[in-house]
Antibody
Framework: QVQLVQSGAEVKKPGASVRVSCKPSEYTFTGAYIHWVRQAPGQGLEWMGWLNPNSGLTHYAQMFQGRVTMTRDTSITTAYMDLTSLKSDDTAVYFCARRTKGSRYVGQWGQGTLVTVSS | QSALTQPASVSGPPGQSITISCTGTSSDVGGYNYVSWYQHHPGKAPKLIIF???NRPSGVSNRFSGSKSGNTASLTISGLQPEDEADYYC????????????FGTGTKVAVL
């Protein structure tokens, strides 16, 4: 079973940026997409976008357009999610998740990374 | 694009069956057989329990089943067990312009 290992918790001030990393435990990026999902305190899951790690192609939810960038470093098989211009309501647990190419569901999830935005 | 609509909470005693609904539109739930369900225990990673409306991944209990009618998908948990107490989310592929996938609002399942 593939596991996704994410970077540790972050505390940021309003207006700053954050980078969260996501590294699969067993495989290269071949044949899969990496999705990012967040959950604010007391709220539900919110889909942010996906990255094709092989091509670098991305698709972002409109509400994050202009603030989110999803990238990868294939040499170390790691995906990244950068979020800029942080606001207090960006405080959330951010998850990466893996979707096999050709499927329309995410099968494996990272453990989540808490990002706290506070002055 | 709004989230898919789920009941906020559903509860039942051990052994009972419960059903969670997930209502969308013809652009998401009703338009594709790409509804998946996730079980989420707070503080842990969500777990896929149903994909493509009614398929169970290997290792998931057959007490979980999915279905769809029109713009509403459903998750049924039969023989409710204490470990089923968790939050449950549906997710659908969507053809709207502002995103590719949309989650449901989430349902807290309580085992009484």
């Amino acid at each position: 079973q593939v596991q996704l290992v994410q970077s540790g918790a972050e505390v940021k001030k309003p207006g700053a940026s954050v980078r969260v990393s996501c590294k699969p435990s067993e495989y290269t990026f071949t044949g899969a997409y990496i999705h990012w999902v967040r959950q604010a305190p007391g709220q539900g899951l919110e889909w942010m976008g996906w990255l094709n790690p092989n091509s670098g192609l991305t698709h972002y939810a409109q509400m994050f357009q202009g603030r989110v960038t999803m990238t990868r470093d294939t040499s170390i098989t790691t995906a990244y999610m950068d979020l800029t211009s942080l606001k207090s309501d960006d405080t959330a647990v951010y998850f990466c998740a893996r979707r096999t190419k050709g499927s329309r569901y995410v099968g494996q999830w990272g453990q989540g990374t808490l990002v706290t935005v506070s002055s | 694009q709004s989230a898919l609509t789920q009941p906020a909470s559903v509860s039942g005693p051990p052994g009972q069956s419960i059903t969670i609904s997930c209502t969308g539109t013809s652009s998401d739930v009703g338009g594709y057989n790409y509804v998946s369900w996730y079980q989420h225990h707070p503080g842990k990673a969500p777990k896929l329990i149903i994909f493509d409306v009614n398929n169970r991944p290997s290792g998931v209990s057959n007490r979980f089943s999915g279905s769809k009618s029109g713009n509403t998908a459903s998750l049924t948990i039969s023989g409710l067990q204490p470990e089923d107490e968790a939050d449950y989310y549906c997710m659908s592929y969507t053809s709207t312009s502002d995103l590719d996938y949309v989650f449901g609002t989430g349902t807290k399942v309580a085992v009484l």
